[in-house]
């Protein structure tokens, strides 16, 4: 749970340049706010004292009793100032957990091992805490976001968006694909496990791809291969042997992560949108007055800089629909890689409802 805490910290440094300034559009000229100003240097200005005092000869007289005092003043008394300081202003107040965090590597690094009684047990006690409450925060958001789409009854609760909305009102952008990433992993392959129901305007691509076959026997063989693994290097080296079995199963974890999300995030066209989507793999939004052409086609197609194909796996994967798009569109891939795209390649079990329906909507 420490990644939750750490992910949060780069938000601070990022929302205090963010907010040193208003900017102001329409004259284009940077007019420093000092009241938002206020709310990072105050601390920033407690923070650059306590250092000090950690580094002066004061400290050296009575090491004990300072040490409580700045592990408490940088972990309690700068926090709750911040608090006060922003509790008026548009900064969000999650940002006190990095505040909390930052005092945390602080005195670690200032405190001379021998006195950081105290700062060990806020490490075992106070921020396991604070990691709970954020991990709750994320959580509450989600169920707010699902909310939100069982109030239509178009599209069906899909978590792993409503999770990503989440993490980006809470996390920094760089951070929230790949947190969101690795919890929808766990989140499909050992929570949801009730069985899907396509709607008429949603279309699977697992039932006839043979994808989900493939995937089956890349486990079986990671399973396999780590049960060998493990046997030959326990000859060598223990550690190294645990290592690596450690390793394999995370990635079959991954992998069947992975297979359940395909079973459970079907493509679908959600008013004048078509939600293009590969599990937690990889997925584009198009809207349906961009498509030039949807063709149904399995023949072999070259991928390069503009032509892509939904599928992460390439040509081990089939397609039986190529949609050409009038502009640039974006493909959200694995962990926030992005690619762009003029014409895509995919499966679709219904492909002939499923360009009827976009076709449908064209000529509307």
């Keep these: 749970m420490a990644a939750a805490a750490w992910i949060v910290l780069s938000r601070v440094i990022k929302f205090t340049f963010k907010k040193m300034y208003d900017i102001k559009v329409n004259n284009m000229n940077k007019t420093l706010s000092w009241k938002q100003l206020s709310s990072f240097g105050i601390p920033l200005l407690l923070l650059a004292a306590i250092i000090l005092t950690a ?23 700068i926090p709750v100032i911040y608090f ?61 976001a699902i909310r939100g789409y069982r109030e239509n009854k178009e599209s069906t609760p899909d978590f792993f968006t409503a999770l990503k909305n989440a993490c980006s009102e809470i996390l920094p952008k760089v951070a929230v694909i790949p947190f969101a990433t690795e919890v929808a992993v766990f989140y499909y392959g050992f929570i949801h ?15 006839n791809s043979g994808i989900v076959t493939l995937l089956i026997a890349i486990i079986f063989i990671v399973g396999i291969e780590t049960a060998v693994i493990h046997i030959l290097l326990l000859k060598w080296n223990l550690t190294a042997a645990w290592i690596m079995t450690a390793l394999s199963i995370y990635t079959a974890i991954q992998l069947f992560g992975y297979l359940k999300s395909i079973m459970k995030r079907p493509i679908s066209i959600v008013g004048n949108k078509l939600y293009l989507r590969y599990g937690i793999l990889s997925e584009a939004n198009v809207d349906i007055e961009d498509i030039d052409l949807v063709e149904l086609s399995t023949k072999s197609i070259e991928f390069d800089k503009e032509t892509r194909n939904l599928s992460p796996f390439g040509e ?37 409802d499923f360009k009827k329906q976009i076709e449908n909507i064209k000529e509307l």
């Excluded at 009575?62 to 008394?77: E, H, Q, R, V, Y």
């Excluded at 690094?109 to 396991?128: G, Y």
């Excluded at 994967?317 to 949609?323: A, K, P, R, T, Y």
């Excluded at 762009?340 to 995919?346: D, G, N, P, Y």
């Design 84 to 144: 006060l300081l922003i509790r008026k202003t548009d900064i969000p107040k999650i940002t006190i957990v990095p505040i909390f965090i930052v005092g945390i590597i602080v005195a670690t690094m200032i405190l001379p091992s021998e006195n950081q009684q105290f700062l060990r047990w806020v490490k075992v006690w106070i921020l396991p805490i604070v990691e709970t409450l954020v991990l709750i925060l994320i959580i509450y958001k989600v169920r707010l």
């Design 55 to 77: 580094k002066s000869v004061i400290f050296t007289i009575n090491p004990s009793a300072l040490s409580f005092g700045i592990t408490f003043d940088l972990l309690f008394t």
């Design 316 to 352: 081990l994967d089939s397609h039986n629909v190529v949609i050409n798009l009038k502009r640039v569109c974006t493909l959200s891939g694995l962990y926030g890689i992005n690619k762009k795209f003029t014409t895509i390649a995919l499966f679709v079990d219904n492909k002939d």
């Design 193 to 207: 496990w009730k069985k899907l129901a396509p709607k008429k305007n949603e279309f699977t691509y697992h039932k």
